[in-house]
């Protein structure tokens, strides 16, 4: 009989950092799963970009005229859960109860600069294919010009 050490749970709090599937921080992540909940309850699941801070929380930039500004503006409880950039949840995580909140200001700024180091040129394609899908629907939505902090639980 062999002892083989116990395996670690798929989600777990190591230091003060949030720990999915054993070894990547929330905010190391390329993508997220991010769940907010309109006001009956329904979630609704939106893949995000995730830029590590202090603390064990990160945090991703949207627009003010969003659905997921516009539900947290009535609640801060989400879900969060690595996942690839289509919402496609990775193998063997798990969903994470976290709180969310929305910053401007100096918050936004210093979330921005992260965001801009993280994803480089990246962030300049997606402006302009929001300002291209903005004409084309006739109807613009600012880009980016809030910052959401999420801190799992």
């Known amino acids: 009989m062999t002892n ?3 395996r670690p749970s798929k989600r777990s709090l190591v230091g003060a950092r949030c720990v999915v599937s054993g070894a990547v921080a929330l905010g190391d992540e390329k993508y997220v ?3 907010t909940f309109k006001r009956d309850g329904t979630p609704v699941a939106t893949p995000v ?3 590590p801070l202090d ?3 990160f945090g991703f930039w949207t627009s003010s005229g969003s659905g ?3 539900r ?3 609640t801060s409880r989400v879900t969060v859960q690595p996942s690839d950039a289509r919402g496609r949840v990775k193998d063997g995580s798990q969903p994470v109860e976290a709180t969310a ?3 401007t200001g100096d918050e936004y700024e210093q979330l921005r600069q992260k965001i801009i180091a993280k994803y480089g040129f990246m962030t300049k394609v997606t402006h302009a294919l929001g ?3 903005g004409m084309v629907k006739r109807k613009r939505i600012p880009y980016g010009d809030i910052g959401v902090i999420v801190t799992p639980r």
Do not use: E
Request: net charge positive.
């Open 68 to 70: 997921k500004a516009k």
């Open 101 to 103: 909140r929305v910053v």
């Open 33 to 35: 799963l991010l769940t």
């Open 72 to 74: 947290l503006a009535h």
């Open 4 to 6: 083989t050490p116990a």
């Open 55 to 57: 603390g064990g929380s």
């Open 49 to 51: 970009w995730a830029a």
């Open 131 to 133: 300002v291209i899908g």
